[in-house]
């Protein structure tokens, strides 16, 4: 039986202790300002990863994927328990459906979505097959080609910084990202 994401998301946050509660917002403010260019609630921020790694198994990224979420979550301090739950957590017992900021076609939320599934495949590299797969689901995100391409490249090269350790581009390319979730959706 599928339950929703923020279900599933809400029980286990429902179940933490507050020092560990508090330490994760925090970390997930800086995570989200870093990944998205602004700050997400931890909810948010948990939704989105279990969304990004449903979509990366399904869309057979998932060899990076592991890789890059345990990277990243380190890197801004989450706590352990919360980086095992979402390694941890089935994607495929969820409703990716549901969240609670809707994933409108071609919308911010999509934008955000398709580079985290791209972010984390390109950990392991994303080779031509890769890149007609994160075609495909740009195309199914409502995302034209064009930003489709934009986003894949700069996902690469902020992996690339990140794995290098390049703390000033990382920060340009933070700002780059949100620039490029905020252009306006294009036919093209």
Do not use: N, Y
């Given at each position: 039986?599928?339950?929703?994401i923020v279900?599933?998301?809400h029980?286990?946050?429902a179940?933490l202790?507050?020092d560990?509660?508090?330490a994760?917002?925090l970390?997930?403010?800086?995570?989200?300002r870093?990944?998205?260019?602004?700050?997400?609630?931890?909810?948010?921020?948990?939704e989105?990863?279990v969304?990004a790694k449903?979509?990366?198994v399904g869309?057979?990224?998932?060899r990076g994927?592991?890789q890059g979420l345990r990277?990243w979550?380190?890197?801004?301090a989450?706590?352990?328990v919360?980086q095992r739950h979402?390694?941890?957590?089935?994607?495929?017992?969820l409703d990716?459906?549901?969240?609670?900021?809707p994933?409108?076609p071609?919308?911010l939320?999509?934008?955000?979505?398709f580079?985290?599934v791209v972010?984390?495949?390109?950990?392991e590299?994303?080779?031509?097959?890769?890149?007609?797969?994160?075609?495909?689901?740009?195309?199914?995100?409502?995302i034209s080609?064009?930003?489709?391409?934009?986003l894949?490249?700069?996902a690469?090269i902020?992996?690339s910084a990140l794995?290098q350790?390049?703390?000033p581009?990382?920060?340009?390319?933070s700002e780059?990202?949100?620039a490029i979730?905020?252009?306006a959706?294009d036919?093209?």
């Amino acid at each position: 039986m599928e339950i929703s994401i923020v279900e599933s998301t809400h029980r286990f946050l429902a179940g933490l202790d507050h020092d560990t509660l508090r330490a994760a917002e925090l970390s997930a403010r800086a995570c989200s300002r870093q990944a998205v260019g602004c700050e997400l609630a931890l909810q948010e921020v948990l939704e989105l990863l279990v969304s990004a790694k449903a979509l990366a198994v399904g869309d057979d990224f998932a060899r990076g994927e592991a890789q890059g979420l345990r990277m990243w979550l380190t890197r801004f301090a989450m706590p352990l328990v919360i980086q095992r739950h979402l390694l941890d957590v089935d994607p495929g017992s969820l409703d990716l459906e549901e969240l609670s900021t809707p994933v409108v076609p071609g919308g911010l939320q999509a934008r955000r979505l398709f580079w985290l599934v791209v972010s984390l495949a390109s950990f392991e590299g994303l080779r031509q097959g890769a890149r007609t797969r994160a075609e495909g689901l740009a195309q199914r995100l409502g995302i034209s080609p064009s930003l489709g391409r934009v986003l894949v490249e700069e996902a690469q090269i902020s992996v690339s910084a990140l794995l290098q350790g390049d703390e000033p581009l990382l920060r340009r390319l933070s700002e780059l990202r949100a620039a490029i979730f905020l252009l306006a959706p294009d036919a093209g």
